[in-house]
């Protein structure tokens, strides 16, 4: 929850509940990010390849759909 104790947003509940998905599912970590917008730090390091990268568009699109 939110450490001002303001009500979460549809869209808040939304990035947490495909950020945990993502993590548990498929193993695949971002961030859910509530400010200045809600939505999903996407992240890719040095050690990221294209596969990894398909592994988690194959992800949202599943998870999205």
């Known amino acids: 929850g939110s450490s001002s104790g303001a009500p979460q947003t549809a869209a808040d509940m939304i990035a947490r509940d495909i950020l945990q998905t993502l993590l548990t599912k498929h193993k695949i970590q971002v961030k859910a ?3 200045p917008f809600n939505g999903l730090r996407i992240s890719p390091h040095v050690f990221t ?3 990894d990268i398909d592994k988690l ?3 949202l699109k599943t998870e999205l759909k």
Do not use: C, K, T, W
């Open 33 to 35: 990010i509530n400010d």
């Open 49 to 51: 390849n294209e596969a």
């Open 57 to 59: 568009v194959a992800a």
